[in-house]
């Protein structure tokens, strides 16, 4: 299933990587390619550059929720290009890890997985 019909962006804060990665190599073994910011980009890299090339090509974007990723920076702007980019509508999935009121009111819209630690 590898390609970019199968790449899967994920969008979350730092303080969330443990739940993330679990929920990354979950994905692998399906057989979807994970692109993950903090192993794809380079110390050094342009950050702003990778960060829109893995979106453009994204066929979907996981964006974990939690208070930290609301007060991301990083997680709003790609949560907005999410909503924004023709070829994600429909494709922004919502991985509630844990509740917050800070999430922006059209995530409300969306169904969101609840996170559960995977084994």
């Given amino acids: 299933m590898a390609g970019k019909d199968s790449r899967v962006f994920l969008s979350y804060a730092r303080s969330d990587r443990e739940a993330v990665k679990k929920v990354g190599r979950q994905l692998q073994q399906a057989g979807f390619e994970v692109w993950d910011p903090d192993e794809e980009i380079l110390p050094g890299a342009d950050w702003t550059a990778e960060l829109k090339a893995a979106l453009d090509s994204a066929a979907a974007i996981v964006v974990f929720i ?54």
């Fill in 66 to 119: 939690s208070p930290e990723a609301m007060d991301s920076r990083s997680v709003s702007y790609e949560i907005e290009y999410a909503l924004g980019a023709r070829h994600l509508r429909g494709r922004l999935i919502p991985v509630l890890i844990r509740p917050t009121k800070r999430a922006p009111w059209i995530l409300d819209s969306l169904e969101s997985v609840p996170y559960e630690s995977p084994s």
